[in-house]
């Protein structure tokens, strides 16, 4: 089963901007959704963002035009670029296999990478 490591959070004003990495253990060549997700404690785990194999994107209405995902997959790489962050952007954010991630009990998560957003 791949395995995946977030980073690239952290300590960002309202307005800034970052780049989040997701680095794959394995080819994701074969793998046609990948999805940034992130988690408030308390809530529900929330999809984000998501890239097709032939990069067709599609993303939370709440990000729609700040945030951009994409995928190298020669690198076995996923990055979520944010922009224009607000306050209510802060979470922890994971990267997955969207279709393997819906399952029911699925359970193979990375640590994710902390984004806060504060002045």
């Known amino acids: 089963q791949v395995q995946f490591v977030e980073s690239g959070g952290g300590l960002v004003q309202p307005g800034g901007s970052l780049k989040l990495s997701c680095a794959a253990s394995?080819?994701?060549?074969?793998?046609?959704?990948m999805a940034w997700y992130r988690q408030v404690p308390g809530n529900e785990r929330e999809l984000v963002a998501v890239?097709?194999?032939?990069?067709?994107?599609k993303y939370l209405d709440s990000v729609k035009g700040r945030f951009t995902i994409s995928r190298d997959n020669a690198k076995n790489m996923v990055y979520l670029t944010m922009s224009g962050l607000k306050p209510e952007d802060t979470a922890v954010y994971y990267c997955?296999?969207?279709?393997?991630?819906?399952?029911?009990?699925?359970?193979?998560w990375g640590e994710g990478t902390q984004v806060t957003v504060s002045s």
């Open positions: 394995r080819s994701i060549l074969t793998i046609d959704g």
């Open positions: 890239i097709s194999r032939r990069d067709t994107t």
């Open positions: 997955n296999d969207l279709w393997e991630a819906s399952k029911p009990g699925y359970d193979s």
